[in-house]
């Protein structure tokens, strides 16, 4: 039995892989797949491969991996069809978006052979027909979105590409798994445009920044000021509460303490000799009042006897003398009687009268 030769790609890979070499293209890697073998009745396919056999011209079956038979000259094996993952490289190509700026775009292709009947009879060449059903469909997706948003949606893009290609490939026997947009190009002018508009956005950005913080650095400066006058005056406030307290309890301390000393001073002077020592007590004071009379003011009234300091003496023991000697209680009887006052005559008035309407 003869093994099966091996080439680089299915039959109806080569019209392909030749606009791939016109367009300039990296070709994709090499798929190791069988050829067409010949019949020679006892043939082993490979593991994910499909190969179509047809009896006398006509479709007969489609054999399996591992062991088959065939009957020689009568049954051929017509295509071979891999059922690996397929990649494919989609040329660049011109897409005009919705705001009239063209560009140049290219992407990525993963494809799978679901069906080897409808791949091998459904269209002539598969690859360059979801090729360029990728082409036209990406046409299509990207003159309906912006500049700006092309970049954006990416994702939702490549979406709207397999679902197309998914539609219109479903009579060809083949699945598109993911499309991949690999690079953008845009003119010249329009990159540099694009790239102003993002230094002024972060221009803006960052003076939207730089207020915010300006705005936020017055309003803490403001709270700050604020909590500080608070606490200054519940300061203030306490202070006064605090000093009115401390008045309050010395007014009553001098007061218990000077209601003291007159209980004591009264207890003194009830003893004996209490009225002579008060006596002393007064004259003594009022020598030095005397004293201290020119120390405020140099223009002082003095009496006629300045220098006689024993009449000085006597006379502020008089002055204490009358002050502690006790006062008699009058009774009604010893209060005079109010004397009313004379009523002038009436013919006094009179004359008053005529006086003073002349």
């Given at each position: 039995v003869g093994s099966p030769s091996l080439s680089c790609s299915f039959p109806f890979l080569q019209r392909s892989q030749q606009l791939k070499?016109?367009?300039?293209?990296?070709?994709?890697?090499?798929?190791?797949?069988?050829?067409?073998?010949?019949?020679?009745?006892?043939?082993?396919?490979?593991?994910q491969e499909a190969w179509v056999v047809e009896r006398m011209g006509k479709f007969h079956r489609i054999l399996e991996p591992g062991l088959n038979f065939l009957i020689p000259l009568?049954?051929?094996i017509r295509y071979v069809q891999s059922l690996k993952e397929i990649v494919i490289n989609v040329p660049e190509q011109s897409a005009v978006?919705?705001?009239?700026?063209?560009?140049?775009i290219d992407g990525v292709l993963y494809l799978r052979v679901m069906d080897p009947y409808k791949a091998s009879y459904g269209v002539e060449d598969p690859e360059y027909a979801v090729t360029q059903l990728a082409q036209t469909t990406m046409r299509s997706e990207l003159g309906k979105l912006s500049l700006d948003r092309v970049f954006r949606e990416r994702e939702s893009l490549n979406a709207n590409i397999v679902d197309a290609i998914n539609q219109a490939s479903d009579c060809w026997g083949i699945w598109c798994l993911r499309y991949k947009i690999k690079d953008i190009h845009m003119p010249l002018h329009v990159r540099e445009s694009m790239q102003m508009q993002v230094e002024a956005e972060r221009r803006k950005r960052a003076m939207v920044l730089e207020s915010e913080g300006t705005r936020e650095?017055?309003?803490n400066v403001a709270e700050g000021q604020k909590q500080a006058q608070i606490l200054a005056s519940e300061a203030q406030k306490a202070e006064q509460i605090n000093k009115a307290a401390g008045e309050a309890n010395a007014v009553l301390v001098k007061a218990k303490a000077k209601a003291e000393a007159i209980q004591l001073l009264a207890a003194a002077l009830a003893q004996q000799h209490g009225s002579a020592a008060a006596?002393?007590?007064v004259a003594e004071q009022y020598v030095n009042a005397f004293s201290k009379l020119a120390k405020d003011s140099n223009t002082i009234l003095l009496p006629a006897n300045t220098g006689d300091v024993t009449n000085m003496v006597a006379q502020a023991l008089g002055i204490y003398s009358t002050l502690t000697k006790p006062q008699p209680v009058k009774t009604e009887d010893e209060v005079p009687p109010a004397r009313a006052d004379p009523q002038p005559p009436a013919a006094e008035v009179l004359k008053a009268e005529q006086a003073s309407s002349s």
């Open positions: 070499r016109s367009a300039w293209l990296t070709p994709a890697p090499h798929r190791l797949t069988s050829g067409l073998p010949m019949n020679i009745g006892v043939l082993f396919v490979p593991q009568l049954d051929r978006t919705l705001d009239n700026v063209t560009l140049q650095s017055a309003i006596s002393l007590s």
